[in-house]
């Protein structure tokens, strides 16, 4: 049963940065392409992310210029950097699988506030 650990979130001024990690349990991570997904209140969730097991990433508009998926398959670990969040950006952060259907069940995610 693959399970994933996401960190790092926070609340943070406009124009600031956080580093979100997800740790994924089992030996699936070094198989799959990973994302990672938001859901902000009312809204249904989104994939803001992606990176391929090669390194390949592909970014949804709202976040490119601005945010960097990778992973680290030695420590089953993917990685979002954000820089010059809005207060758009505020969400509950998940990671899970990409491109696969149905998924593995999600974690609890990460809260990301921006906010002044």
């Not at 990433?57 to 998926?69: E, P, Q």
């Not at 820089?83 to 809260?111: F, H, I």
């Amino acid at each position: 049963q693959v399970q994933f650990v996401e960190s790092g979130g926070g609340l943070v001024q406009p124009g600031g940065s956080l580093r979100l990690s997800c740790v994924v349990s089992g030996s699936i991570f070094r198989f799959y392409a990973m994302g990672w997904y938001r859901q902000a209140p009312g809204k249904q969730r989104e994939l803001v992310a992606a990176v391929t097991l090669g390194g390949s990433t592909n970014y949804a508009d709202s976040v490119k210029g601005r945010f960097t998926i990778s992973r680290d398959n030695a420590k089953n670990t993917v990685y979002l950097q954000m820089n010059s969040l809005r207060p758009g950006d505020t969400a509950v952060y998940y990671c899970n699988l990409d491109r696969v259907v149905p998924k593995p069940s999600w974690g609890q995610g990460t809260q990301v506030t921006v906010s002044s």
